[in-house]
């Protein structure tokens, strides 16, 4: 698709299926949000803001989950891996984290892997709102310009700003 313009804004039902490695199905209720907005609109930035995280919550449902443990709380988790496997390559790893407020500037290990975007900004200070605008993408599996594997690993970097 040549441009393609997704908008959530505190919706009560919509349903967004992902599915994942080492899980049958992978459900996300956006609908359990209370701020969420998607944008994407023709991919020249990615911008991910989520600041004052005081009543957002993520739930996130998940089907089948035996031997893969994810547990998103996004204020106080301690173990997160999100891997969708739907989209050509987008893995998510929050390991070990007792106090998740995820300030990127102060964090101990935070590693942005980023293919060919022209800009990528993610600001995350302590969560009320949550707003995701991609712009300017030929073709959206959250594949940022026709990238092969896009990796956001929350554990190896000293500091991302």
Do not use: E, G
């Not at 994810?70 to 891997?83: A, C, E, G, Q, T």
């Not at 496997?85 to 390991?95: F, H, N, P």
């Not at 022209?118 to 712009?135: F, V």
């Amino acid at each position: 698709m040549i441009s393609y313009k997704l908008d959530i804004d505190s919706m009560i039902s919509y349903k967004l299926d992902i599915h994942v490695d080492s899980m049958n199905s992978y459900k996300l209720d956006i609908d359990s949000m209370i701020f969420n907005k998607l944008d994407i609109d023709s991919m020249i930035s990615y911008k991910l803001d989520i600041d004052s995280m005081i009543s957002y919550k993520l739930d996130i449902h998940v089907d089948s989950m035996i031997s893969y443990k994810l547990d998103i709380h996004v204020d106080s988790m301690i173990f997160n891996k999100l891997d969708i496997d739907s989209m050509i390559s987008y893995k998510l790893d929050i390991d070990s984290m007792t106090s998740y407020k995820l300030d990127i500037d102060s964090m101990i290990s935070n590693k942005l892997d980023r293919a060919s975007m022209t800009s990528y900004k993610l600001d995350i200070d302590s969560m009320i709102s949550y707003k995701l605008d991609i712009d300017s993408m030929i073709s959206y599996k959250l594949d940022i310009d026709s990238m092969i594997s896009y990796k956001l690993d929350i554990k190896s970097m000293i500091s991302y700003s």
